[in-house]
Each structure stands twice: as C-alpha cells, then as structure tokens.
C-alpha cells in the first residue's frame, strides 16, 4: 500500500526557514510528478511546488525565489526548501505523488509563520 508521510513542519518567525520532507513507500508504478499544496484556513487548496519526473520544476508565483523543491536520486523522498517565510505561507502543507493512474496525498504537516 503507498504511504506519504511528511514531516518538517512547525512554528518558525517570519523571516526563517523551514525544510519539509515527504517519504514515499509502498511503491508507485510510474511518477509523473511530486509535489506539494498548502491549505490555509477559509482558503482553498492551491499548489505550491511541483517536479516533474524530467526534473523541470512550477512555483505559486507567491512562492518563487523563496521556495526549492526538489528530491532524492531515489525518486522516493520529495522536499521543500522554505526560506524567508511569511505570516501568509502559515497552512498545511500536503505532499502529492501524481501517476498516470491517480494521484496519492499524504496527510499533510502544519506550518506556522509567526509574524
């Protein structure tokens, strides 16, 4: 059975950083990309991040020049780099595995940007 289980969120000040981590197991056929969204309160989900399988990579505009993705040369741990956080990146972030087939979520991490 695939599992996603993220980890690294957390209380952070404005102005610092957080690395999220999302290991994949359970074993997916085929990945056509990775990927994270976020959920803030009232607001819906919205992509964050996203690396294709060839290694191209998509931002939030919101997010650019602040946010790395990226993942291990297993293919199977996906990671998100987030620096010079902000009150409004404050949500919970969820990992997404999308395959030919279906997408997989995980269960999400919270994060919390103080200002």
């Known amino acids: 059975q695939v599992q996603l289980v993220e980890s690294g969120g957390g209380l952070v000040q404005a102005g610092g950083s957080l690395r999220l981590s999302c290991a994949v197991s359970?074993?997916?056929?085929?990945?056509?990309?990775m990927g994270w969204h976020r959920q803030a309160p009232g607001k819906q989900r919205e992509l964050v991040a996203r690396?294709?399988?060839?290694?191209?990579?998509d931002y939030a505009d919101s997010v650019k020049g602040r946010f790395t993705i990226s993942t291990n040369n297993a293919k199977n741990t996906v990671y998100l780099q987030m620096n010079n956080l902000k009150p409004e990146d404050t949500a919970d972030y969820y990992c997404?595995?999308?395959?030919?087939?279906?997408?997989?979520w995980g269960q999400g991490t919270q994060v919390t940007v103080s200002s």
């Open positions: 997404t595995i999308v395959s030919p087939f279906r997408p997989y």
């Open positions: 359970g074993g997916i056929f085929s990945i056509s990309s």
């Open positions: 690396i294709s399988a060839g290694g191209s990579t």
